[in-house]
């Protein structure tokens, strides 16, 4: 009998702006909050806030974890296997 598995998580990708906010969170705690809401948005995308419509671009998600106050702007590939954070706020 085949093992069931969950639904598959998207995979996270950075754009240029947002991989260099992540070069300047130095703080072991932050980064760890940061993973934890990655994890979060990459098991379900549709998680965050859309945000109002923009014209000419994928439509940007706003998730905020008060508890870790990390909050993470993103966008969700077609197929949904991936979710391209644009930025990122610790």
Not at 21 to 45: G, K, M, N, W, Y
């Amino acid at each position: 009998m085949p093992a069931q598995h969950g639904r598959r998580r998207a995979r996270i990708a950075f754009s240029d702006s947002a991989a260099k906010q992540l070069e300047t969170i130095t703080s072991e705690s932050a980064i760890h909050a940061l993973d934890r809401t990655l994890v979060v948005i990459s098991v379900d995308p549709d998680i965050g806030d859309p945000l109002p419509a923009q014209t000419g671009g994928p439509q940007l998600r706003q998730y905020a974890d008060e508890i870790e106050s990390v909050r993470v702007l993103y966008f969700v590939t077609a197929l949904r296997t991936v979710v391209v954070v644009a930025y990122i706020e610790v």
